[in-house]
């Protein structure tokens, strides 16, 4: 099986991670972090944790790598604009980072370790970039930990479906539960596991999100060829989610499972 990032780099999927911040999604490793540390965050988007990172270690620098060259352009226009300048972007995959042995103190990693096919060889990646004592903090959602309502049987459909396409290509919508022993696997120590909720405000976003992710052509192509579902049950899936994201009452809390460990 071929590893594919099933979100893509649209604008909707692209504005909808860079409204993320240190303090909306990586509070939990802030205590961790102090001035002057070499940190690296791994998997970086368009940047905009990185560059809250970046002004919590200040002088030293904050170093952002993502697999997507896109993404690598969009997170400089976001420290240029921000006036940011103890950051740096570079491309490159978490299984074989550009970077020497025991070269940074932190290491941080959000939303991307669910879309790995393996994820303890890019947990290992990460041990030997950082140096003996370093810390790494990960972040990532656990599908299993979902709580959405109303549901109705096209919502759920839909919920499902999504899952399995990130499964089918390679990724883990349960990772959450796993990091923690993922981390022990790959020779981290001192382990702290936390979760939590977020709760969309405006369900049309993640509504919206999940629904172009479903009736994209190169999704809907690859399922209707596999034989997963065909293009017309997946036009009902997406206006489900559609319809459903006007509901009063509704709810999407998504369940994020985090981890802190160290290089002994
Ligand atoms: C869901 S986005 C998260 C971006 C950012 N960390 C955030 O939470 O806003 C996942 C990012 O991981 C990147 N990615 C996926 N596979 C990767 C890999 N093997 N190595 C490095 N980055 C990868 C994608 O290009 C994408 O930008």
Same mark, same amino acid.
């Given at each position: 099986?071929? !590893?594919?990032?099933?979100?893509?780099?649209?604008?909707?999927?692209?504005?909808?991670?860079?409204?993320?911040?240190?303090?909306?999604?990586?509070?939990?490793?802030?205590?961790?972090?102090?001035?002057?540390?070499?940190?690296?965050?791994?998997?970086?988007?368009?940047?905009?944790?990185?560059?809250?990172?970046?002004?919590?270690?200040?002088?030293?620098?904050?170093?952002?790598?993502?697999?997507?060259?896109?993404?690598?352009?969009?997170?400089? !226009?976001?420290? @240029?604009?921000?006036?940011?300048?103890?950051?740096?972007?570079?491309?490159?995959?978490?299984?074989?980072?550009?970077?020497?042995?025991?070269?940074?103190?932190?290491?941080?990693?959000?939303?991307?370790?669910?879309?790995?096919?393996?994820?303890?060889?890019?947990?290992?990646?990460?041990? &030997?970039?950082?140096?003996?004592?370093?810390?790494?903090?990960?972040?990532?959602?656990?599908? #299993?930990?979902?709580?959405?309502?109303?549901?109705?049987?096209?919502?759920?459909?839909?919920?499902?479906?999504?899952? $399995?396409?990130?499964?089918?290509?390679? #990724?883990?919508?349960?990772?959450?539960?796993?990091?923690?022993?993922?981390?022990?696997?790959?020779?981290?120590?001192?382990?702290?596991? *936390?979760?939590?909720?977020?709760?969309? !405000?405006?369900?049309?976003?993640?509504?919206?999100?999940?629904?172009?992710?479903?009736? *994209?052509?190169?999704?809907?192509?690859?399922?209707?060829?596999?034989?997963?579902?065909?293009? !017309?049950?997946?036009?009902?899936?997406?206006?489900?989610? &559609?319809?459903?994201? @006007?509901?009063?009452?509704? $709810?999407?809390?998504?369940?994020?499972?985090?981890?802190?460990?160290?290089?002994?």
């Amino acid at each position: 099986m071929v !590893e594919k990032y099933i979100p893509g780099y649209s604008s909707n999927a692209t504005s909808f991670m860079a409204k993320r911040n240190v303090d909306s999604h990586a509070a939990f490793f802030k205590p961790y972090l102090q001035p002057g540390m070499k940190l690296l965050d791994c998997g970086c988007g368009s940047g905009t944790i990185t560059l809250g990172f970046a002004k919590i270690i200040a002088p030293s620098t904050a170093i952002g790598t993502d697999i997507e060259s896109s993404q690598v352009g969009l997170a400089w !226009e976001n420290a @240029q604009s921000q006036g940011i300048s103890n950051v740096e972007f570079r491309e490159g995959s978490v299984y074989e980072l550009p970077f020497s042995d025991r070269a940074f103190d932190a290491a941080f990693s959000h939303a991307v370790f669910e879309h790995l096919q393996s994820p303890l060889k890019a947990l290992q990646e990460l041990f &030997r970039v950082l140096k003996p004592g370093g810390v790494l903090g990960l972040r990532s959602p656990d599908w #299993g930990g979902f709580l959405i309502a109303p549901s109705n049987p096209e919502l759920d459909r839909a919920i499902t479906y999504y899952k $399995l396409l990130q499964e089918k290509n390679g #990724g883990n919508p349960y990772v959450g539960r796993h990091l923690r022993a993922l981390l022990r696997e790959a020779g981290f120590t001192d382990i702290k596991a *936390s979760g939590s909720y977020e709760c969309y !405000e405006d369900l049309s976003t993640i509504a919206e999100y999940l629904a172009l992710r479903i009736e *994209s052509s190169d999704t809907v192509d690859l399922a209707v060829q596999k034989g997963w579902t065909d293009a !017309e049950s997946l036009g009902v899936m997406s206006q489900a989610l &559609r319809k459903w994201s @006007q509901h009063p009452d509704g $709810l999407f809390a998504q369940a994020w499972c985090e981890v802190v460990g160290r290089k002994g």
